[in-house]
């Protein structure tokens, strides 16, 4: 059982280029969210999604996109990085209350 | 709208020495308030689950309780190893049911041998 599991782990993009972070579960769980986490603002929910072709905005969705095209995988898409998004990405995956977290992506926008 | 407010932002502790963490929050209809234990260069690993005031929860070392108001994690005879941010977020009752969690920034927990 892999639990959640996140790639890339670390990525350096410029200003401008698109990437996208791919989020997988094992656990069978219906809802996936997208997290970003920066010092000082602690974790801020970016996207989320409630079950397989679902998926809804969260606190900060601005600059990203995500799909949910399989239940066992959300993708976090971003189309034009700006050094704004600069963060670590974290996706969690949960089958009712309890939210269960990924090792992150470390992302660097130059 | 749901805010945590954690305290204090970092403790340094040293080997044996128990003490309390605090987590305080305002939220419209408690669903559940929930700690996690966060290693550096990691994701957030889930601790505790409370609903509902009174209720306490222990694991190894660790005790979660919850007030109407704030709750609280207690760290007995602390080691080296329980060294890491703890995060305490909550779950209310209002709008949809996706489970959105509102996070604190959580503590800095350093146990010093």
């Known amino acids: 059982n892999a639990g959640v599991t996140q790639t890339p782990k670390f990525r350096v993009l410029k200003t401008g280029q698109s990437m996208t972070l791919l989020c997988a579960q094992d656990?069978?769980?219906?809802?996936m969210y997208w997290y970003r986490q920066d010092p000082g603002m602690g974790l801020r929910l970016i996207h989320y999604?409630?079950?397989?072709?679902?998926?809804a905005k969260g606190e900060v969705p601005d600059g990203y996109n995500v799909s949910r095209l399989k239940k066992q995988n959300f993708l976090l898409g971003l189309e034009s990085a700006a050094p704004s998004q600069t963060s670590v990405y974290f996706c969690?995956?949960?089958?009712?209350?309890?939210?269960?977290f990924g090792p992150g992506t470390r992302l660097t926008v130059t | 709208e749901d805010q945590v407010t954690q305290s204090p932002e970092a403790l340094r502790l040293q080997e044996g020495e128990s003490s309390s963490l605090n987590c305080s929050y305002t939220?419209?209809?408690?669903?559940?308030l929930f700690w996690y234990r966060q290693d550096p260069g990691k994701g957030p690993e889930f601790l505790f689950t409370?609903?509902?005031a009174g209720e306490e929860k222990e694991k190894e070392r660790l005790k979660a309780t919850l007030t109407k108001k704030e709750s609280f994690l207690h760290i007995t005879a602390p080691k080296p190893e329980d060294s890491a941010t703890y995060l305490c977020?909550?779950?209310?009752?209002?709008?949809?049911?996706?489970?959105?969690?509102?996070f604190g920034q959580g503590t800095i927990l350093t146990v010093h041998p």
């Open positions: 969690a995956s949960s089958y009712v209350n309890e939210q269960y």
């Open positions: 656990m069978n769980h219906e809802y």
């Open positions: 999604s409630v079950g397989e072709g679902t998926t």
């Open positions: 939220v419209s209809g408690l669903r559940g």
């Open positions: 409370l609903y509902s």
């Open positions: 977020a909550v779950q209310g009752a209002g709008g949809t049911s996706y489970g959105k969690l509102t």
